[in-house]
């Protein structure tokens, strides 16, 4: 494989994780555009060297792949926080693991693949994060409701 290949499979890594990276920074999360990027980096770099190590007959070339999706597990455990009850971070850590198999994607040469994964889930934090807000006071108001239906029921 010739650097000038190499080069492209790095270029498309860069600009399919900045795209996902550019929503979450927007969007003031903690995993935003510089950590997107060299994670989809990175797994590109780790994919493609996995290609370099498996070129002989029987090299196992599934082995560092398996590997970047259990570091890209453990980092993204690392993004989720449980706070008051609640938990956090899941949408970020989901993020982080999807940016890790684009990366992969472009390292394998699975290009259309990785611009329809980079397009649908930017669609789905968009779209999805616009829907949130509204199913959020939806739901908070049919809780008070019930909590006052609760009080009535007690008295």
């Known amino acids: 494989m010739d650097w000038s290949s190499n080069l492209f499979h790095v270029i498309m890594a860069v600009m399919l994780g900045a795209a996902i990276g550019l929503e979450r920074e927007l ?4 995993a ?30 599934t082995r560092i792949a398996a590997q970047i999706v259990t570091g890209v597990g453990f980092l993204g455990a690392g993004a989720v926080i449980q706070d008051r009850g609640g938990v956090r971070g899941l949408t970020t850590a989901a993020t982080i693991w ?12 699975y ?9 649908t889930s930017i669609t ?3 779209g999805l994060g616009l829907l949130e807000k509204p199913m959020q006071r939806y739901v908070k108001r049919n809780k008070q409701t019930s909590n006052a239906d609760e009080k009535n029921m007690q008295t």
């Open 27 to 30: 969007s003031g999360k903690s």
């Open 32 to 61: 935003g555009l510089r950590t997107n990027v060299l994670i989809c980096l990175g797994a590109t770099v780790f994919t493609l060297i996995s290609k370099q190590m498996g070129a002989g007959p029987n090299a196992p070339t």
């Open 98 to 109: 999807v940016v890790a198999s684009i990366g992969m994607a472009c390292g394998a040469g």
């Open 111 to 119: 290009y259309s693949l990785a611009v329809i994964s980079t397009f």
């Open 124 to 126: 789905v934090l968009v």
